[in-house]
Each structure stands twice: as C-alpha cells, then as structure tokens.
C-alpha cells in the first residue's frame, strides 16, 4: 500500500462521517425490509459467530437478527461515527463492533461460521481484494459461508475498454492540474475527484477467480438488475441544481452546469435508464486453503 491508497482512505473516512450525520433510524427501517428479503433470498439463515465487513450504519446486522436471532456477531468498518450510529439500533449484549481496516482484520482463524461482504470490495485494486479474500477465508470455520454482494457492470467489455480510454484521457489531464497541486491536502482531493484513481469497477470473473484461487466452492451466482427510480433521478438533479446555483463559482460557470443539469432533465422525459447492477457469490469453505495447509 501507498500514500495515493492512505489518502483516499481518509478520505473515505471523512465520507463516511458526512454520511453518517444524515442517518436517522427512520431511514434504516425503510431499507431493513430489503436487507431482509436478501439474505432470505440467498438462504443466509447463519448460526453461531458471524462477521460482517463494511459494517457502516449496521443495517445488514440489524436483518440478520431479524431472522436469524440466536448469533453472536462482529461488526467491522473504518469508520469510527458509522459504528457508533450502529451501537445505538443493534442488541447490544449479541454484538460487538471493531474499528479496523479490512486489509488487517485483528481475528485469529477459523474464528466465524459466516462472513457477510457488501458493496465494500469494489473500491480495492485486484492485489489488495486477494489479500482481503486470503484473509477472510483463513478466519472462516471449515463449512463456513461467505454472502458478498457487490456493484458490477452489464458488460465486462465495454467497461475494461471505457477504463482503458478513460485511463488515457484523464491522465494526461490530471499531469496539467497535478502541477499546481503544491500542497499535500490539495493532492489529497485530486485522489478523489481524479478518476484515474478510483477502483470502483468489480469485474465478477475477477472476483470469481479470486475465490476459487482460495479454494472456496462458489454455491451461487447471480447478477441482479434493479429498476431505475426515475422520481428518485429527478429529485437528485433538482438537489444538484440547487448546489450549483448556491455555490460561489463564477457566474459563467453556473449557467454552463445549469444549462447540463436541465439537458438531464430532458434526456429522463425521453429516455428509461437501466437500474443498477450488482452481483451475489455465496461461497463455501470445504477444505483448508493451500495457505493454511502450508
């Protein structure tokens, strides 16, 4: 890891702490429902010790005692605001909440007889998502199971060919603005804002080599597509609208973004945008790992 990998972690901190202000119990609840049906879905019914990484608000916790009551469970996120949100909605003699960065999860093996993943292995590069995978096969029990649910793309091929050229382009941009990027918290933000630097695509081959190459059995696989709220996309647009004309950039400026932001709204009345897509595995552990056996 480096300072580019360091500096987006805190940023993603601070994120996550934005975030987290926002956060009501009432909004949960709205979202627990779902949760719910999914792990019911893919027959997540978990006894024992489970480990859920990427804890945040601790929604998913909140489901999984929802159907499955009698388990312990561990909580695992980097930021410190979103796991004390958590603390407040979830029972708190069943739980137990670690702030830890999940390249360096402080559990010795075999310790969980679940591991549930959500939209959390995106944002790492193939050499760190095999170090995370490795990691939470090793402290997995011999039979456990593993749920990671995660964005992905409708065509591999056409995002590794987008990536490609958008690595092209924006490189050659960032060099220009990189230049008069003197201080150290400026460059921070550029790792933000540039996406030359943004993990954010999840191939499911990839990912589906990595856990065969941790010898776990892939029991399911699935991509899911879900419908595109349009009253959702016109709210957001009115909310970006509202930001650019309250915002303290030049003039000129505002009307450029208005005059794009009012496109939006005519390409939504003409157009049905695809929902998001997102993958499920549900592994297996069946067998020690050719690194454990070593």
Known sequence: MNNVYFAKKLLEISEMKNKTRKLSIKKVKEKLKKRINKFRRYRFYVNGRVLDVGTGSGIDLLALFSISPKIEVVGVDISKKALKFARDILPKDETHLVQADVTSLPFIKETFSAVNVSYMLHHHPPKLLRRII????????????????????????????????????????????RRKASSTDTQSHLYSLVSIFDYDTMYPSLLKQILLENDLKIEHFEIITEKFDREEAKKLIATIKMQIKRSDIPNYEKVYLLDKSNALDEKLKLIDPAGDQSIVFKVKKTTRTLKERK
């Open 134 to 177: 490795g990691n939470l096969t090793a402290i997995l029990r011999q039979n456990g199971i593993m749920l990671i649910n995660e964005p992905s793309v409708e065509s591999e091929a056409d995002a590794l060919r987008e990536e490609i050229y958008t690595l092209k382009y924006d490189l050659k941009n960032y060099l220009k603005v």
